[in-house]
């Protein structure tokens, strides 16, 4: 790979997957120049031109440059399978090899659109089909309920998941230690390798799909499973639509820590230390968080607070998201507008909810191995609480849809969620989670 394409390439790695595909997203979406006239788009060379398997190919558009990436010679991505505009995605791939649009710059350009379908025509074969799932070896711990009974019986009494910022100082220090002690035995990065092969696997419809919410409701189940058994009481949540201070709960020295190194003077791909996180029990200097699952090799957790996104959604957002009633409609995809789209954030057509959380700590969050950040499972806390509000205040309204799986990558009410069933010997549906009530419950 020459080193522009091998530079673009590390640009994905490092401006990540979810930065970049909520990232179509304000402040730093496409801009839609003046029209000019348009010269004829440069065809897209086919796979047999210097478009191989894992490279990305650049040509010209209208004085902007448009990136096929096909491959995944990078490491995992969804966008190293994307077509870009200016390193910004324009379509990425989605459930089953199908590229989506992600910008509607089509409304501005269809030719560009066309264009680029146009690529992704060309390119179509085995370079753009997905890598087969690979995870590591389940460690011991979570091959059965430590329990000994099925992870989704009734609790004799729930446990309570509290906002980070009500967690005495002895429970924020057990929370942080059991952090600490499930990624020095392994546990922790199983989690971080389940949830990246989950994020370049459609077909698992973890992401921008109606199991989304269920997904990783039962990947949240399983972790503070873990984390009772590493000695925490339950997994907090953080109200990112209101603690967006850096330096205040959750970003303090006995929790999360604060943001990454920055130098405003430096190209950041020319600083090797960009985004290091430095304080807090997670940075690097510590020597207990060394990040080993990942889309490049970059050893220490990274943020980038507030560079990409401003702000994560507020109230306002949360509560339209929570006034949509119904759950998911066709075709239960990434922009669906009903409840699940916009909780996920891709319905609102900007970093929103969920995905703006991700996007605005940056970072290892705005990529597939997100879990990498503990911020991941505190955000993802309070996407389930927001859907365990909704759920709630709609008791008669159905709390998944579809009943039945209308095509792969969109599990139905009683499709065993992967790679739990397969890889884990653990069957959870959705249907199996939609009552977390005797299980736990937000406070
Ligand atoms: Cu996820």
Redesign the pocket.
């Given at each position: 790979m020459d080193v522009v394409n091998r530079r673009a390439a590390l640009r994905l790695a490092a401006g990540g997957a979810?930065a970049v595909v909520l990232g179509a997203t304000e402040g730093q979406g496409f801009a839609a120049p003046a029209p000019a006239p348009a010269p004829a788009p440069a065809p897209i060379p086919g796979p047999d031109g210097p478009t191989s398997p894992g490279w990305c190919t650049t040509v010209g558009y209208r004085g902007h440059t448009v990136t096929v990436c096909p491959g995944d010679k990078m490491g995992h991505g969804l966008l190293k399978k994307a077509v870009l505009l200016d390193d910004q995605p324009l379509m990425v791939m989605a459930h089953g090899g199908e590229f989506i649009s992600i910008l509607n710059a089509h409304e501005t350009y269809p030719d560009l659109m066309d264009l680029a379908r146009d690529a992704v025509r060309q390119l179509h074969g085995a370079s753009l089909q997905a890598p087969p799932a690979r995870l590591p070896d389940v460690p011991a711990e979570l091959q059965i309920p430590s329990s000994g009974r099925s992870r989704t019986a009734p609790r004799r009494r729930p446990v309570v998941r509290k906002n980070v910022a009500a967690l005495s100082r002895a429970e924020r220090e057990s929370f942080v230690d059991a952090l600490l002690a499930l990624k020095d035995d392994g546990r922790y990065d199983f989690f971080v390798a389940v949830?990246q092969q989950?994020?370049v696997t459609p077909e698992w419809g973890?992401?921008m799909s109606p199991a989304?919410l269920p997904?990783?409701r039962a990947?949240l189940n399983l972790f503070e499973e873990q984390l009772r058994d590493a000695g925490a009481r339950a997994l907090p949540y953080w109200d990112w639509s209101r603690q967006q201070t850096v330096g205040a709960v959750p970003f303090t020295d006995d929790l999360l820590g604060g943001d990454g190194y920055h130098r405003p003077e430096l190209d950041d791909e020319d600083d090797p230390q960009e985004g290091e996180v430095l304080t807090g029990p997670f940075a690097a200097s510590t020597g207990n968080w060394p990040v080993t699952v990942s889309e490049d090799d970059r050893d220490f957790l990274r943020r980038d607070i507030g560079r990409r996104v401003r702000r994560p959604s507020g109230p306002a957002d949360v509560r339209s998201t929570l006034g949509h009633r119904r759950y998911d409609k066709p075709p239960f995809d990434r922009t669906t507008p009903a409840f699940r789209g916009y909780l996920e954030g891709w319905a609102f057509r900007r970093a929103a909810m969920?995905g703006s959380a991700h996007a605005w700590i940056g970072g290892n969050m705005s990529t597939?191995s997100?879990?990498n950040d503990p911020a991941?499972f505190l955000n993802?806390s309070y996407v389930d609480k927001i859907w365990a509000d909704w759920q709630a205040r709609y008791p008669s309204v159905r709390h998944y849809a579809p009943t039945s799986s209308p095509s792969p990558g969109v599990p139905g009410l009683d499709t065993p969620l992967e790679p739990f069933h397969s890889a884990m010997k653990w069957t959870v549906t959705p249907r199996m989670v939609l009552d977390h009530r005797r299980q736990y419950v937000y406070r």
């Open positions: 979810t949830h989950a994020f973890a992401h989304f997904w990783h990947y969920h597939g997100s879990p991941f993802h």
